[in-house]
């Protein structure tokens, strides 16, 4: 078929009329159409936050403390150092375990009456203390308070018999048990040392100290810096059913002895008395070491049977430290002993 010139030329200017090519005049450039391997510049982002990002800003902006706190403590707490040491089970949730602190170390605080004051979760492992107004004087109690762990147990101190019979009145009839330690003088000796010099590498490397014997710990005496051997006391490992802490406290309270210095008397609840009465009459005439927070606070030698109450001495010293001593005790007992062990980081004036 012929196509005549004139029919050829209309052709060619209806193709290249204006607007009517892809990059005619007037019209702007085609973009290129969004590809797997070209991208698509110009998609706007999703200005929706995620569900996680948005409950990461409701958390930061819960741990701010308040600003009418104007002075601030700060403390931390370590999970996988207690894991480690063996202070809580390897399964045990962080959170929970800051709620539980938090709510100890305000009931503590409470007791002292410091005024307005508040505790509050910062993270997993941090928070706050913080006061309207809070005497230069008074923080320092408040900080050990708060770092006092406030475990208590009960565990019969161990030595050879002969160093028994020293420790006795002439007129004393032998303890109710002999032979807790099996061995000669020297041998309690030599054990001793080499349980001290474990002890002192387990604690340079911030672990708990395993002892080589199943049926002993090594335990520090309290306000002692453990550079004698006779600020360390061996104790017995008790049994599961002869196991006694601070669970069976109950109303512990501020009293005075005989010569009118402040002692801490609690009662055994009633669920614990028998047991606690038939393990202390099975030792009599033993020293019952009284550890709190891991160090021997007293050893006094159990005169008779215990059934339903205790009382916890305090030594020498001024009365007025004693009975400071005694208040903090009690408040410690009152609200039970923490988790984690906190550590001071800072103290803020805001």
């Known amino acids: ?39 698509a510049k110009d998609a706007p982002d999703d200005p929706t936050p995620s569900i996680e990002a948005e409950e990461a800003r409701r958390r930061a902006q819960q741990a701010k403390p308040p600003e ?37 170390v305000a009931q503590r605080i409470q007791a002292l009456k410091p005024g307005e004051f508040g505790v509050k979760a910062a993270s997993e492992t941090r928070f706050y203390v ?19 762990v406030g475990t208590l147990e009960f565990l019969i101190e161990v030595l050879p018999d002969a160093e028994y019979a020293k420790r006795m009145d002439p007129d004393d009839d032998a303890p109710a048990r002999t032979g807790l330690w099996r061995g000669s003088a020297a041998a309690f000796e030599a054990f001793k040392a080499a349980e001290i010099a474990g002890w002192k590498q387990a604690a ?22 453990g550079s004698a051997a006779e600020h360390f006391h061996v104790l017995e490992v008790p049994s599961e059913a ?19 210095m402040p002692v801490v008397i609690f009662d055994v609840r009633k669920a614990w008395q028998e047991a606690f009465g038939i393990w202390t009459a099975k030792n009599v005439r033993l020293p019952l070491a009284i ?13 008779s049977r215990l059934t339903t ?16 001593q005694a208040e903090e005790l009690v408040n410690v007992l009152q609200s039970g002993a923490l988790p984690l062990r906190p550590k001071l980081v800072s103290i803020e004036e805001r």
């Open 1 to 39: 078929m012929r196509i005549s010139a004139t029919v050829l030329a209309l052709i060619l200017v209806l193709v290249w009329l204006p607007g009517c090519g892809d990059d005619a005049p007037g019209k702007p450039p085609s973009k290129e159409a969004p590809t797997k391997e070209t991208p």
């Open 68 to 104: 009418y706190w104007r002075v601030l403590m700060t403390f931390e707490t370590d999970p996988a150092a207690a894991r480690k040491a063996g202070r809580i089970g390897k399964d045990a949730d962080a959170r929970e375990l800051m709620d539980e602190v938090v709510e100890i």
């Open 130 to 148: 913080g006061f309207r107004v809070l005497p230069v004087e008074r923080r320092e109690a408040i900080a050990a308070l708060v770092t006092r």
């Open 204 to 225: 340079a490397a911030g672990e708990a100290h395993v002892p080589t014997q199943p049926a002993y710990r090594l335990a520090l005496a309290s306000g002692k810096d």
């Open 242 to 260: 002869e196991t006694f802490d601070g669970r069976m406290v109950a109303r512990p309270v501020v009293s005075f002895d005989q010569i009118n």
């Open 291 to 303: 550890v709190l927070d891991g160090a021997v606070h007293s050893a006094p030698t159990i005169r």
């Open 309 to 324: 109450n205790v009382q916890i001495s305090f030594g020498q010293g001024p009365r007025s430290d004693l009975a400071r």
